[in-house]
């Protein structure tokens, strides 16, 4: 996708520097982008805040579980003799699947 904006970006600025005479419509079929994202574009060149790395890239996301409630549920689970679904339903704050995770990571170390 970065390729795809790269390339808009530099007929972008071919056009600004008046290096070329496509139109803005030209530029939005090459690239296959829409033309409202293209004004979009010029905006962010003229305003020198242009990005082509995705604004959430190496960003923790924000439903991830903490370390700290992870290592919880690694020390409750390894006190207990139940199995995992009797587990999490004890546990309840979380999805089976999260425990479950969490869990085989657990037995993989092992």
Same mark, same amino acid.
């Given at each position: 996708?970065?390729?795809?904006?790269?390339?808009?970006? +530099?007929?972008? *600025? =071919?056009?600004? #520097?008046?290096? @070329?005479?496509?139109?803005?419509?030209? !530029?939005?079929?090459?690239?296959?982008?829409?033309?409202?994202?293209?004004?979009?574009?010029?905006?962010?060149?003229?305003?020198?805040?242009?990005?082509?790395?995705?604004? +959430?890239?190496? *960003? =923790?996301?924000? #439903?991830?579980? @903490?370390?700290?409630?992870?290592?919880? !549920?690694?020390?409750?689970?390894?006190?207990?003799?139940?199995?995992?679904?009797?587990?999490?339903?004890?546990?309840?704050?979380?999805?089976?699947?999260?425990?479950?995770?969490?869990?085989?990571?657990?037995?993989?170390?092992?």
């Amino acid at each position: 996708m970065s390729e795809k904006k790269e390339l808009a970006v +530099n007929l972008m *600025k =071919k056009k600004l #520097n008046n290096e @070329s005479y496509l139109s803005y419509l030209e !530029i939005a079929e090459i690239t296959g982008y829409h033309p409202k994202y293209i004004c979009k574009l010029k905006k962010e060149i003229l305003n020198a805040t242009i990005s082509l790395e995705h604004g +959430n890239k190496n *960003k =923790k996301p924000s #439903n991830t579980i @903490s370390d700290q409630e992870r290592e919880y !549920i690694i020390k409750l689970y390894s006190k207990s003799n139940a199995s995992i679904r009797r587990f999490c339903k004890f546990y309840s704050r979380r999805s089976y699947s999260c425990i479950y995770n969490i869990v085989k990571d657990i037995k993989k170390d092992k």
